[in-house]
């Protein structure tokens, strides 16, 4: 049975509840309130992290919101000056990233990740609090970004998986001058009820033919399809085992109040009648390197369930050695409960994607025999 590693590769770090932007899909309960992490958390956190990272060649923390900026640069910075030997990332929507935050991200070397769907009539959801598009003050905050030279990465939400999309889509963000893209199929989690079904055979064309655009021109690392791309040598080599970690990645997200959820930030801020607010400690209680040990030593509540669910996943599944297991956020806001097995989001963002990369596979290329 995989259990929960003692420590993590990376941390997930909320400097504030509050985004600017309404986002259509957006999962987080709190976007509209400012709740601003204080700065003895970040401190309590260092104490923690700046052990784990000078005990390995890399580590992360993540600042994610709500949107990070919104902290502003005076906020973050604070909140960012007790880590020591880490690597700094921000995901943000780029709407208030100017010279200001530029100078800010470059003096402290963070590494950029911008969310964004791809062109004008693809973004349409990504909406300020009056429901008005945000693209265009998204693209002036890449524009910022470029004209500083920071390279960013891209995460884009599609909600319509459909033949004909991805071409498109891999073409815009060729253009934007993104070094790295990831896609996730929108997923209903958090206050996003909205269905995340769709049918079959959408689904794989989508991912097949997003495998030949970046095959065409391979100049971005594509997340899905290389991550893809990396089991199935890995399987047709026979030690497609080597790839999943013998532990699970526990991922502490740390919120405002100080309080951590592990494996799934998207339970961050929600709480249930059965399993409490899922939380496994506060860092202004106790160590975050305790916190995430006692809960890899012994995990109960909906940690020890979501356990049996992904052995579950592993006796039942032919997917498991892809991805290992659904996920905990996945696995409860679909069905309510953490020990189930398939949910939508592993039949869109897994099994179909597999399948679709495949299916390209077997598709000639144009000139070869």
């Known amino acids: 049975m995989r259990g929960i590693a003692a420590v993590p590769s990376y941390v997930i770090l909320q400097p504030t509840t509050l985004c600017n932007l309404d986002c259509r899909y957006c999962y987080l309960p709190l976007r509209a309130a400012d709740q601003r992490m204080a700065p003895e958390v970040a ?7 700046n052990d784990w990272a000078a005990a390995v060649p890399r580590f992360s923390v993540v600042w994610h919101g709500g949107e990070p900026l919104a ?3 005076g906020h973050l910075g604070r909140l960012m000056a007790p880590f020591r030997g880490v690597e700094h990332h921000v995901q943000t929507n780029a709407t208030l990233i100017d010279d200001e935050w530029c100078e800010f991200l470059q003096a402290r070397q963070v590494r950029v990740g911008v969310s964004l769907d791809g062109p004008e009539v693809l973004s349409r959801q990504r909406t300020n609090r ?4 945000a693209y265009e ?14 390279g960013f990465a891209a995460l884009c ?26 896609i996730n199929i929108e997923e209903r989690e958090g206050v996003n009820a909205r269905s995340n079904a769709h049918p079959p055979e959408a689904v794989v064309t989508f991912w097949a033919e997003l495998a030949a655009a970046w095959r065409a021109d391979p100049r971005i690392e594509l997340r899905e399809i290389e991550w893809t791309l990396r089991y199935l040598d890995a399987e047709l080599s026979g030690c497609a085992d080597e790839l999943l970690p013998r532990q699970l990645d526990p991922i502490p997200v740390v919120a405002q109040d100080g309080r951590v959820v592990l494996l799934s930030p998207e339970l961050a801020g929600f709480s249930d009648v059965h399993y409490g607010d899922f939380a496994s400690g506060n860092v202004l209680d106790r160590p975050l390197s305790r916190i995430v040990a006692d809960a890899a030593g012994s995990p109960a509540g909906w940690l020890a369930e979501y356990l049996h669910g992904v052995e579950a996943c592993r006796t039942t599944c032919p997917y498991f050695g892809f991805c290992g297991g659904g996920h905990a956020a996945n696995r409860y806001f679909e069905d309510g409960r953490f020990d189930g097995t398939q949910t939508e989001h592993c039949r869109n963002s897994k099994i179909r994607l597999l399948e679709g990369v495949l299916a390209h596979a077997r598709e000639p290329v144009a000139g070869e025999s």
């Open 43 to 49: 401190e309590a956190t260092a104490e923690t992290v």
């Open 71 to 73: 902290a502003g640069t």
């Open 130 to 133: 009056a429901g008005r598009p």
């Open 137 to 150: 003050q998204i693209m002036r905050g890449i524009a910022a970004l470029r004209r500083h030279a920071i």
């Open 157 to 182: 939400v599609v909600s319509e998986p459909r033949p004909g999309l991805a071409a498109d889509l891999y073409a815009f963000f060729l253009g934007l001058g993104c070094h790295a893209l990831g």
